[in-house]
T-cell receptor
């Protein structure tokens, strides 16, 4: 099946620093989504991307849909303690399929 | 903001028992999904449901699993005879009418523990 390679697996950063994480795939996706998951809760949608090359912001978060449609990145600027959590990328290939393929997640720790 | 709600939040069952996990999707959504997440691993697709039938399912969704929309608001996942490896968080999700361009909204999940 399709796989998403998400990196880094974990990050420890100082409060105030910027963060970048990305996902790559060997196959094309028509939709890229970024979710955040807090312990014991479901994934919460952060940003949705629908067009190759699209750059979208949501507050301090910025995500881009790669031109090749095989990658996406998420940036968090000026991190704060509540940014702690696990960030997942997810892609939908389209072509009659509604299912999302998830990356393995990036665990973010913010040191105050 | 409308939410997907799931009950129970935690279910403990013995191996071989049947369990039913319940979900109330967002009211005007038409596409419904179940995903699962084994502890410490990524979220995996199980099944999608539209117009009262399964539209897609993964290899994980074998004959032990079934889904149902028994009324206009609930969407259930049944595991007929649970196995130890079914222990996981199960997430329900829903999307609006045009699912290709509608992001999934997840519930908070049901933690299933099979002993």
């Amino acid at each position: 099946g399709q796989q998403l390679n998400q990196s880094p697996q974990s990050m420890f950063i100082q409060e105030g620093e910027d963060v970048s994480m990305n996902c790559t795939s060997s196959s094309i996706f028509n939709t890229w989504l970024w979710y955040k998951q807090d312990p014991g809760e479901g994934p919460v949608l952060l940003i949705a991307l629908y067009k190759a090359g699209e750059l979208t912001s949501n507050g301090r978060l910025t995500a881009q849909f790669g031109i090749t449609r095989k990658d996406s990145f998420l940036n968090i600027s000026a991190s704060i303690p509540s940014d702690v959590g696990i960030y997942f990328c997810a892609g939908r290939s389209g072509a009659g399929s509604y299912q999302l393929t998830f990356g393995k997640g990036t665990k973010l720790s913010v040191i105050p | 903001e409308p939410e997907v709600t799931q009950t129970p939040s935690h279910q403990v069952t013995q191996m071989g028992q049947e369990v039913i996990l319940r979900c109330v999707p967002i009211s005007n959504h038409l596409y419904f999904y179940w995903y699962r997440q084994i502890l410490g691993q990524k979220v995996e697709f199980l099944v999608s449901f539209y117009n009262n039938e399964i539209s897609e399912k993964s290899e994980i969704f074998d004959d032990q699993f079934s889904v149902e929309r028994p009324d206009g608001s609930n969407f259930t996942l049944k595991i007929r005879s649970t196995k130890l490896e079914d222990s996981a968080m199960y997430f329900c999700a829903s999307t609006g009418e045009s699912s290709y361009n509608s992001p999934l909204h997840f519930g908070n999940g049901t933690r299933l523990t099979v002993t």
